[in-house]
Each structure stands twice: as C-alpha cells, then as structure tokens.
C-alpha cells in the first residue's frame, strides 16, 4: 500500500534537514575538498555525504556454520572437482558507502555565507539590464480557450444583440457567436534586473602543477556560487592563459592541462576587450578574479599589468582580486608587485593560499566587503 502523500513529503523534508546539518557540519572539509567540484548542473549539485549511512540486512552466522563437519576428509582437504587453493572469499563485513544527495546552489550559497560570515553584495550605481516580466493585463479577440474572458465576452455579445435591434426586454436573451470572444494577453512590463559578470583568469602555465589547479578550481566554483546567489543574472567568462590568453567553456577550464611561458598581460588585455565590447560598466556589475603562481617572465610584462589595471581595468569594475597559489616553481613575485601598486586601492584584493586549507580564509577575503 503506498505511503500516503503527507508522509511522504514529512520524511523527505526530515531526510533535507539531515542532509543540511551534516553540509554545515563539515562545510569547511567540503571548501578544500575539489574531488567533487564540477558536478553541478544548472541549479542543482551533487555531493557525496559519506556520513549518512544506508540501511542495510545483516544476516548471523546458523548453527550449522559453527559445527564441525563430518567425513573421511581433513582440514584444507579439497571437495571434489574444488580447489584447495586460496584463502580469501567473500567478506562479510560492511563496508564505506558515499550517498550522493542533490543541494540547490541558493541552498550551498546561504551555508557558506554563513560560515564565513559574508555580507549580501549591493549592486553599485546603476548597473542593471530591463528584462520582460510580462502580465496578462490586456485583451485580444483571438487566443486558447484557457485565456477567454467571460464577462468581456457577455458584454460584447450584449452590445452586438443590442446594436442589431435584437435585445427583447420581455425576452432577455444573448447569444455569443465567435467573433464576440475576448480573451487575456500578455502586456510587456520590463523590470530592472541586477546584472554581473564574473571574470575567470587562470595561468596554465609550466609552473602550476596539478594541485595549484585544483585549488584554483575550487576558488572559483565557490566564488561562482555565491555570485548567482547575489545577482538574478549572471555571467561567466573562463579564461586562460601561459604566454596568450584564451577563452574556453567551464569543462574546459577545470579540466585542462598545459604549460609554456607566463604573460600575464595578455590575460589582462583580454579582459579589457571583453569589458570594452561586450560588458559595459553602466549595465554589468564586473567582477575579474586571476589566479596565478605569481610567476611572469619579465618586469616589463608586469609594469604593463599595472597599466592596463590603472587605466582600462579597474575604473570600472565592482572589485579585482588576485590569488596567489604556492608553487615551488613559482617565484611569487606578482602579488607584491601589485601590493607595492595598489595597496591602498579599496576595490583590489590580493591574497596568498598557501595550500587547500588557505581556501576558505580566501573566499572571505574576497568577499566580505560585499562589493
């Protein structure tokens, strides 16, 4: 017989609360945990929750199992047509079981928000793009059935009988014909809409080894939850970047592999043109995020990072941050070359993580000005 639907819905919301606690239990394993990063769809991710445990039959151990056998044969005799080899079978014991559960992203973003305490994001000036809310507040004579209108409709077909010399006092009778049908339509409304556009840059370089990407992954995945959390319409671009700068789509950027050269400033370029061309600051909240091992292949590359910041860059965006991941390879000597630039500068952020566990203070760097 099936569960009636209130307790369905009961055992479910049971089920979420559960799942909710242990998210924020160990929300802070889950900051510095990439393995699992790429797994969301559009509103939707999966994570494995290792500590909720299936249920599962455990069967004893009979009589029978525990008695001796009886026959001709001695211990580690084969059976016939069997094989005395080998002593390893079939367990019975359990063992670690990983259940996958669905979180809404909104969901994701309000427990990192409030394990690291972050501020709602206020959209500065007037940064916001009008969109179609339509309603249904005007009239048509065609349309679905679902739409018709039936007082708009009676009076139409009063007025017709009336005007045709049809209307009977004594006999008040109206009927419709088709062409007195009325029916909703939809009038245009434009809203305003926050909008903003975050801005990916990653150095691909030889000296950021695997583990420097995966820690700029999960920066990045977790920026971008936020960010959908604080904007009703977001835009990402993914780029990145050794000795020329690219764009590429979300697979490509958290799965790729290369190396070559650094120049950061082709990077920084790109991200000029995309705000000059596609992004205006009157319209888009603009948000560019590098992450690098701090390593450029000339001091000219970088006074000329500081150019293109201090001119094309940073007058129009909401904030720029750097992050700065350890390499043994990497020297390390961009983020103090931007500190010595702008450290007085409100709107840029710059950070060193040091290794996994550096992640979460640099999520709260970045964003706990709320910019």
Not at 298 to 323: G, M, W
Request: glycine share 10%; aromatic share 8%.
């Amino acid at each position: 017989m099936p569960l009636p639907r209130h307790r369905i819905a009961r055992d479910r919301a049971r089920f979420r609360d559960i799942v909710r606690g242990k998210l924020r239990q160990d929300l802070r394993k889950y900051l510095c945990n990439s393995d699992w990063v790429g797994r969301q769809g559009d509103k939707l991710i999966t994570i494995p929750v290792p500590q909720i445990e299936l249920p599962r039959l455990r069967f004893g151990a009979s009589d029978q199992d525990q008695a001796g056998g009886s026959g001709s044969g001695g211990q580690g005799d084969s059976k016939e047509g069997g094989s005395a080899q080998g002593t390893c079978g079939a367990g019975d014991q359990s063992g670690q079981h990983a259940l996958e559960v669905e979180v809404e992203i909104e969901e994701l973003a309000e427990l990192l928000g409030s394990e690291l305490g972050l501020p709602c994001i206020e959209p500065r000036g007037n940064k916001q793009l009008m969109v179609e809310g339509g309603r249904y507040t005007g009239v048509r004579p065609e349309g679905p059935n679902s739409l018709r209108i039936f007082r708009r409709t009676f009076r139409q077909a009063l007025k017709r009988t009336i005007a045709l010399g049809k209307w009977d006092a004594d006999n008040p009778r109206v009927v419709p014909i088709p062409a007195d049908a009325r029916y909703r339509a939809e009038r245009s409304h434009p809203k305003p809409q926050s909008s903003a556009v975050l801005i990916h840059m990653m150095d691909v370089s030889g000296s950021m080894g695997r583990e420097q990407k995966d820690m700029v992954r999960l920066q990045a995945f977790w920026l971008d939850t936020w960010l959908r959390s604080q904007y009703e319409n977001l835009d990402v671009v993914y780029m990145v970047h050794d000795a020329e700068a690219k764009l590429v789509d979300h697979d490509t950027f958290f799965h790729l592999r290369e190396s070559g050269g650094t120049k950061i400033s082709s990077a920084y370029e790109m991200c000029s043109d995309l705000i000059r061309n596609q992004y205006p600051p009157a319209h888009w909240n603009i948000y560019p995020f590098h992450y690098s091992d701090g390593d450029n292949w000339s001091a000219r590359d970088t006074k000329q990072c500081i150019r293109l910041l201090e001119e094309h860059i940073l007058p129009h965006v909401n904030q720029f941050a750097y992050s700065q991941v350890k390499s043994v390879y990497g020297s390390g000597q961009f983020k103090g070359d931007l500190d010595r630039a702008f450290g007085e500068t409100e709107h840029v952020v710059s950070v060193d993580v040091e290794n996994r566990h550096g992640v979460p203070a640099a999520i709260r760097e970045f964003l706990h000005k709320g910019r």
